[in-house]
């Protein structure tokens, strides 16, 4: 039988990085010793007590049963109270929140709750593919926006043509940013929610890695801390960075109800909500003590210095993030991302993401993840200081 795909599945961009992986087998295959700079996936363990809540809750008959759509009320109290605490951000636990089987499952299924074909969605570049991806699939318009460094990686809202305005339905904005490890000043949130309510663009701001920071004076702040944030989105947050919980599948949306309840809806429709021993290990993990999350962010600060400093000793020039487990950084000169990636991959057994691959801007760079330990991070830098350029 010949199959005929839907159309869509062909439109999505072109795996960038098939011939990194081909390359990553081939290595392997000749015996290297890789290490793994390359996928955004905390290698730490999920801390003790939430393994132990979320192994207590598997044992209850109750929760083998369908779970609510949009989740247990008790978990969306969880996040409500960890939002006023953290925020001080007030957050209905009703209609404001929403459980999500990690937040990269409402990134994905919020445009099937708000696109119609040819409405515009405003999509930062370089970033996270599933904004584009939901945008594909409800047959949207993607407009991208630079993320530059001259503007300090945040979009340049003022530039966005009024023709694009005029047809745009929805933005998506992501601070910490995943690539480029810039934070947004409280100011450009302030700007974003005038920009919204002007033009009548629903805000989707993913806040994935908040709690990954290295400067407890400069906390990254919330989208719903702003005056009006309410009245024209929404925030999608997930459990996978802040507490090493990736394989769990558990994430929220909360803030503009409507928004929040068209998810649901949507999520009523498609698949029953996340598993309720996973919720309960997620209130476990949002309502105890947040000592473990300061341990992580200890680790990766030690593991960021250690890979900064070592590749400015050798001549690169990288900027210390303020947040994120990632280090964007810029490339030696008279090479393009990929040749860079290459080199690191044939020359080192390092695997790194080139920059370009995740939105033309992003030509230039190469994105570290610190998801391996200061020793390894430290052979890294040797062998990336025996290169010959
Ligand atoms: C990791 C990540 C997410 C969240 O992933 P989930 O595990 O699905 O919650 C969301 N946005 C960005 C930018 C990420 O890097």
């Known amino acids: 039988m010949e199959i005929k795909y839907n159309d869509k599945l062909g439109k999505l961009p072109p795996y960038l990085f ?3 992986d081909r390359k990553k087998k081939e290595a392997i295959e000749r015996g290297a010793d890789i ?26 008959p109750a929760n083998h049963q369908y779970p609510f759509g949009s989740g247990m009320l008790s978990f969306r109290k969880a996040v409500a109270g960890w939002y006023k605490s953290r925020f001080n951000v007030d957050l209905n636990p009703e209609n404001e929140v929403c459980a999500l089987i990690g937040s990269k499952e409402g990134i994905g299924h919020i445009h099937l709750a708000l696109i119609n074909p040819g409405d515009v969605v405003l999509i930062p ?17 993607p407009y991208f926006m630079p993320l530059l460094e001259k503007n300090g990686f945040l979009p340049d809202l003022d530039a966005i ?26 100011e450009f949130y302030v700007k974003l929610v005038a920009f919204a309510k002007k033009n009548n663009i629903i805000v989707a701001h993913d806040s994935a890695y908040s709690e990954v920071y290295y400067d407890e004076n400069e906390k ?44 649901a809806k949507v999520k009523d429709n498609y698949d029953s909500g996340v598993f309720q021993a996973v919720q309960e290990a997620g209130i476990t993990a949002l309502t105890s003590s947040q ?8 680790i990766y600060k030690e593991r960021r210095d250690a890979l900064c400093d070592g590749l400015n000793q050798i001549g690169w020039n990288v900027t210390k993030p303020k947040a994120t487990f990632y280090v964007w950084a810029k490339i030696p000169k008279g090479y393009t991302s990929s040749q860079i ?3 690191l991959l044939d020359e080192c057994a390092i695997v790194c993401t080139p920059g370009n691959g995740l939105g033309k801007s992003g030509e230039g760079y190469v994105r570290f ?8 991070i430290k052979e890294a830098l040797n062998r990336i200081s025996k290169i010959k350029w």
């Open 161 to 186: 043509p009024s023709d694009i305005l005029k047809r745009a339905k929805l933005i998506f904005v992501n601070y910490p940013n995943n690539p480029t490890a810039a934070v947004a000043p409280k």
């Open 291 to 298: 000592d473990c999350v300061e341990k992580i962010r200890k």
């Open 369 to 376: 993840a610190l998801t391996v330990d200061v020793p390894r």
């Open 18 to 20: 098939i011939e990194i």
């Open 125 to 141: 570049e370089p970033g996270y593919p599933v904004y584009n991806t939901g945008t594909i699939f409800t047959d949207g318009e």
């Open 341 to 343: 990636v290459g080199k």
């Open 35 to 60: 290490i793994s700079l390359g996928v955004g996936d905390p290698d730490m363990p999920t801390p003790e007590h939430i393994i132990k809540a979320g192994q207590d809750a598997l044992a209850k």
């Open 220 to 263: 990254p702040v919330s989208f719903l801390e702003i005056e009006g944030a309410k009245d024209v989105g929404v925030e999608f947050h997930s459990l996978s960075k802040t507490y090493n919980m990736t394989g769990w599948r558990l994430g929220w949306v909360c803030g503009n109800k409507e928004v929040v309840q068209a998810v």
